[in-house]
């Protein structure tokens, strides 16, 4: 149930006062309202831009969901000026459209979209569509068996170069047609390859063909005879490694370039031809037996390979200790563009080859996307801010000035949102840690109010300073009269490679306390109240969630989204064991049965305290989570459950890691509340909402 603003019940103090009216915050269904802004492409001559809206749709509504009415993710292209004004949508598939980009000579708009009224094994894949700039009916160029998954069109705009997935045999069709289906674990690959198709014709030519997959869309050398590719020997999440290779268009043929298995993204040709530049990031492990290694936890570093000698370059500097994003080359070859993690923001760097510098071009913002003009003096990109979700930007030249040019949630400004303050404390070691506060909508200083605490994902990720409006805590918490703390403890991203490695072999030992040392910094501010704090986070989030509950009972309540309480069967059934080994080294299964290693997998897991657990803790999981499989719930549940302690596990059908469902989005926002307010607030008490 909703409550008026005007019925505000005064959460620190759990007693039913009169209040004023106070403006609305966001609640459950203004989350579910939002569009997503993406995938910018500015045209050559910089007078347009494309770009998708993403939002919740029901396409085959009836009006009343008793029935069975299904509200669907879709994205569509939109386009707008570059001076700004009106923006006007272009596409409006009942299956949504994706990836638009504009031709070398800005004259066709291609996009990716499944077009096609047939469900279930025939639905329709999704395929490249071409639609002229200037109006008119868009067609289809592609019918790859398995769809599109990326594409990049050739210099000249002749020909379109594409990845699908090789192709499934007649005989092995007919028997999936007909469930006949078992599978090999980590046996049955379905590798992606590069096709070209001609655009008059529609002719397609198969590139590559090999053992391996190749991922990302390639880039194309400026005379358009050969296409830059990074390629892994099996598609599996866990295989990290990756090689550079350049394939002739004409011939077919294949150079494979570097032999290191350390390439990140794909290797982009400089305008000259002459050079590739990506980012490299250097093994630290020996790879097991199988040939994979533990994934690496260091900065990614910029390089160049010389295609004339073989020589690669390393741009890295000891002064630039972040990790370096895909890279783009500007036009006239003189710099290295790309964005990166820094701090609580994401930031735009260019590397100046002239001087052998990194300069950041952006100012507390959080960048994505990236599309420059054909004479790069012009730069489209988005914006998010912690007042207004993601927005279409152009920024000219290189002091930075961004001009916003779109307002898709307009009806934002009839909403008053939580403040956003970036802060940091001392933790135990004396070392500086950083977060974001978020304030209840229309704090009053000196006012102490429930607080919760959300712990990131990763641990190899941040909370950044963006609009807290996603199915986490965020603006609906504000708007119910709690503050958020969003710390960034050791093991962030964004704070230079030690501080990323610094909870390596010690998850729940520094960053348990910078996350403790930045609760009592905000109890010391006079902000939380330090009887009604609650705690909550989603996958090493989870994880530290169990971990917290476990070690303390400072918190009234807690939720454990997609945790993993039991380290050691993690590292035996997660699709990335290899992220787990970075931290703790490969379980030592030798017969000794406790050695020190498997102790340390046992000692640094929630599961193991589950006696000592007093907090109220609300399980939420994914039904087919293959990152953090559903035995890791089900096992801190059991050992939760049959010593007595409040718990309650909740299973979501269909869903991964992360929901993609819209009555599971909203159903977790609420459930989690409903626990959190409940034994943090009291039985029956409600904040503002």
Not at 44 to 56: F, H, I, K, N, Q
Not at 401 to 419: F, S, Y
Not at 521 to 545: L, P, Q
Request: with cysteine.
């Amino acid at each position: 149930m909703r409550f008026s603003c005007a019925r505000v019940v005064a959460a620190a103090l759990l007693i039913p006062t009169v209040a004023a009216a106070q403006p609305r915050g966001l609640d459950d269904a203004d989350i579910m309202r939002l569009k997503a802004v993406g995938g910018v492409s500015l045209s050559p001559d910089g007078a347009r831009v494309l770009y998708t809206v993403s939002a919740w749709e029901h396409p085959a509504a009836r009006g009343d969901t008793a029935l069975g009415d299904r509200h669907e993710r879709r994205s569509h292209v939109w386009l707008v000026a570059a001076t700004g004004g009106t923006p006007r949508q272009l596409t409006y598939g009942e299956r949504g459209e994706s990836q638009p980009s504009w031709s070398p000579d800005g004259s066709t708009i291609a996009f990716v979209t499944a077009r096609g009224a047939v469900t279930g094994d025939d639905a329709p894949r999704p395929q490249l569509w071409l639609l002229p700039a200037d109006g008119g009916e868009a067609r289809q160029l592609t019918t790859a068996r398995d769809g599109v998954s990326g594409y990049a069109w050739s210099p000249d705009g002749s020909h379109i170069a594409f990845l699908t997935t090789d192709t499934l045999t007649r005989e092995q069709e007919a028997k999936r047609r007909r469930r006949d289906d078992p599978q090999v674990y980590e046996g049955d690959f379905r590798l992606s390859h590069i096709w070209v198709v001609q655009i008059a014709s529609g002719k397609t030519t198969k590139v590559t063909s090999g053992a391996f997959t190749v991922s990302g869309a390639p880039s194309w050398s400026p005379d358009g005879k050969r296409l830059a590719f990074a390629a892994s020997p099996t598609p599996m999440i866990r295989d990290e490694r990756r090689d550079a290779y350049v394939a002739d268009v004409a011939t077919q043929s294949i150079e494979r370039m570097t032999t290191t298995n350390d390439v990140e993204g794909t290797p982009q040709f400089s305008p000259d031809g002459k050079l590739l530049a990506y980012a490299m990031l250097s093994h630290e492990f020996a790879p097991h037996k199988d040939g994979i290694m533990p994934r690496t936890l260091r900065n990614a570093k910029l390089v160049t390979y010389d295609l004339a000698t073989r020589t690669l370059t390393n741009l890295g500097r000891p002064d630039f200790d972040v990790s370096a994003g895909q890279p783009r080359w500007s036009p006239d070859g003189k710099e290295l563009w790309f964005t990166a993690s820094d701090r609580v923001y994401q930031s735009l760097f260019a590397y100046d080859f002239a001087t052998r510098n990194y300069v950041k071009r952006s100012r507390n913002a959080l960048v994505g996307g990236l599309s420059p003009s054909k004479d790069g003096r012009t730069l489209a990109l988005t914006l998010d801010a912690a007042d207004m979700p993601a927005e279409v930007y152009v920024q000219q030249g290189a002091e930075w000035a961004p001009q916003r040019l779109t307002t898709t949630n307009g009806w934002l400004a009839e909403r008053t949102l939580g403040k956003s303050e970036v802060i940091t404390w001392k933790s135990k070691d004396g070392r500086e840690v950083e977060g974001v506060l978020l304030y209840p909508v229309g704090y009053q200083p000196g006012t102490k109010v429930p607080l919760v605490v959300s712990a990131h994902g990763g641990p190899t990720s941040a909370h950044t300073n963006g609009f807290k409006g996603g199915t986490s805590p965020g603006q609906t918490y504000a708007a119910r009269g709690w503050a958020v703390l969003y710390p960034n403890p050791r093991g962030s991203t964004g704070y230079g490679e030690w501080w990323m490695h610094a909870n390596s072999n010690d998850w729940g030992g520094g960053d348990y306390r910078d996350i403790m040392t930045g609760v009592d910094a905000v109890i010391a501010r006079g902000i939380a109240d330090s009887s009604k704090m609650a705690f909550e986070g989603w996958s090493y989030g989870g994880y530290m969630t169990s971990w917290v509950v476990s070690q303390t009972g400072r918190f009234k309540s807690a939720m454990m989204g997609a945790g993993l309480p039991s380290l050691l069967s993690m590292a035996g059934t997660t699709d990335i064991p290899g992220y787990i080994n970075t931290f703790f080294g490969q379980p030592q299964y030798d017969g000794s049965i406790v050695n020190a290693n498997i102790r340390k997998y046992l000692e640094r897991s929630g599961i193991s305290y589950s006696d000592k657990v007093t907090t109220p803790l609300l399980i939420l999981h994914g039904g087919n989570d293959e990152r953090v499989p559903i035995g890791q719930p089900m096992e801190f549940y059991r050992a939760l459950k049959d010593r007595g302690k409040t718990t309650e596990l909740v299973f979501y059908p269909r869903e991964g890691h992360g929901f993609t469902e819209y009555y599971h989005q909203l159903d977790r926002m609420k459930r989690e509340y409903e626990w959190l307010a409940k034994f943090t607030l009291g039985q029956g008490t409600r904040t503002a909402m």
